[in-house]
Every structure is written in C-alpha cells, then in structure tokens.
C-alpha cells in the first residue's frame, strides 16, 4: 500500500524513519516481552497518519482493526521517538542561512484552550491560544528551519529575539514584513499617520512582497501536516504529548524528511 499523501512520507523516506525508530527500540531492548497488537510499522504509520491528517483516533483505530485505548498509547510512544529519529538530520539556521538571501515569517500553531496556559498563550488578533513560531524559507519556498515555540501573545518582533534567531540573523541578508520593524531585516516601508507613499517607494514595496511570498508558500506547504494547522490532537492528547507539533515538524525541516 503507498501511503505518500496519508503520511506525507515516499516509501524510502517512510522505511528510513521505521529503521531508525526500531533501532533505538532494539538499543533499549524495548523489543522483548509480549506480543503486541500493532508492530513498528504500523505504529509509526498511524502515528503519521494522526500527525498529518490530523483525523480523531477512533477513526484510525477502525482502520487498523484495533481499539482507541491501543491507538493511544502507540501514539504516545511514537511520538517521542519520531523526534529523536529525526534530531541528526537538517542543519541549524546559522549553517542553513549562509551564502543566501532568507526570508523569514512567523505562524501560529493553535494548541485548543487551555487552563494552565492561561493567557500567556492567548492572541488577541485570533482569539485563540497557540504557540508561535518563526518560519525560516529561501527565495524560492524551500524550508530551511524552524524555532522553538513562544507564547502566542507574542508579537513576532518579540518573538524572533526570544527564539534566539535575532542575533543569528544580524549578519545575514533577510526580508521579512513590517512586523520585524527595528531588525536588521529589509522591510516594507510603512506609512505615516495620514502619510503616502511615493511611486519609488510604493515600487520598491510592491518588489519586496513579491520576494516574500515565497514564505508565506513554504508555511503553507509546511502545514500540510494538519496537527500544527488546527490543533485538535494537541487539545486532547494530555499531558504525554502536548506537543506533538514539534514532531511534525521535524518531519517537515529535516532534509531527509522534507
């Protein structure tokens, strides 16, 4: 069966991810004991599928020919190997920016309601609790790195300084929108309060958008796992996997991956 649109993975990128999972299983002898009901294979299957559909877990568990409660905890114990199959994989933004022009761009990962978090994850502009992230691309889409969340009340000028990427990005060639106002990014000028543009500047604008664009692409395209565009599974997950965003995506930075 190819499963390259369920899982967002071809079959090679799918067996590599398989293998390494068995083999940090097999190196904490994980592999003895009894029978289970789902092998390696397919926990990681349906763990990608969960992870890029996003669909609920009863569903899943009807295809598979097993119960919710076992999907759950397959799920859980997934999830955290996926990560740490993919943490050799890609390259860190300060390698992944050399010798290029980046654009850089921040998203929203919404995390459902949530009591603990409070406020210090709510955004007023959606009305939502989420983390943010900032989303690092190349002049033509192609996802070079993505940060540590922060809260989602803040703003992405705040952000790119306590992700740590403001002092990377200082001796680099990077655009971003006129939320990064007071970095060493290139900008689009805003206007002044009753103020108009010229024809140079409403030009030189217009080009810079063009430019940025592209990040805007590459977040999209990045959401195609479903779980970081609505949420839903990190609303009901609990407490073992409240961020499951992060394994998605290093499935979507890691060059292996991608």
Same mark, same amino acid.
């Given at each position: ?23 940090? !299983?097999? *190196? +904490?002898?994980?592999? #003895? @004991? ?8 397919? %926990? =990681? ?70 009591? !603990?978090? *409070? +406020?210090?994850?709510? #955004? @007023? ?8 992230? %900032? =989303? ?123």
């Amino acid at each position: 069966m190819r499963y390259d649109s369920t899982t967002g993975l071809d079959a090679e990128q799918l067996t590599e991810l398989i293998c390494r999972i068995w083999q940090i !299983v097999a *190196g +904490r002898g994980e592999v #003895s @004991g009894r029978p289970v009901l789902l092998n390696i294979r397919e %926990q =990681v299957v349906m763990t990608l599928i969960l992870l890029r559909q996003n669909v609920n877990q009863a569903t899943i568990a009807d295809m598979f020919g097993v119960s919710q409660p076992t999907i759950s905890r397959a799920y859980r114990r997934i999830v955290p190997l996926i990560e740490q199959a993919c943490c050799l994989s890609g390259v860190c933004l300060k390698t992944a920016i050399q010798g290029r022009v980046v654009l850089v761009d921040g998203t929203d990962v919404p995390t459902g309601n949530r009591a !603990v978090t *409070g +406020r210090a994850n709510y #955004s @007023g502009k959606r009305h939502r609790q989420g983390l943010n992230v %900032q =989303v690092a691309s190349d002049v033509n889409g192609n996802l070079l790195c993505v940060s540590d969340p922060t809260p989602g009340a803040r703003h992405d000028r705040a952000t790119i300084s306590l992700c740590g990427w403001e002092p990377i990005l200082d001796n680099a060639e990077w655009i971003a929108d006129p939320a990064y106002v007071g970095t060493t990014a290139v900008t689009p000028r805003k206007k002044f309060h009753h103020g108009q543009h010229d024809d140079n500047t409403r030009t030189a604008n217009r080009y810079i958008s063009s430019i940025r664009s592209a990040v805007e692409r590459c977040i999209a395209h990045w959401k195609n796992w479903k779980i970081l565009k609505t949420g839903r599974l990190m609303q009901n997950s609990g407490r073992a996997s409240q961020k499951p965003w992060s394994e998605a995506r290093s499935l979507g930075v890691r060059g292996d991956f991608a």
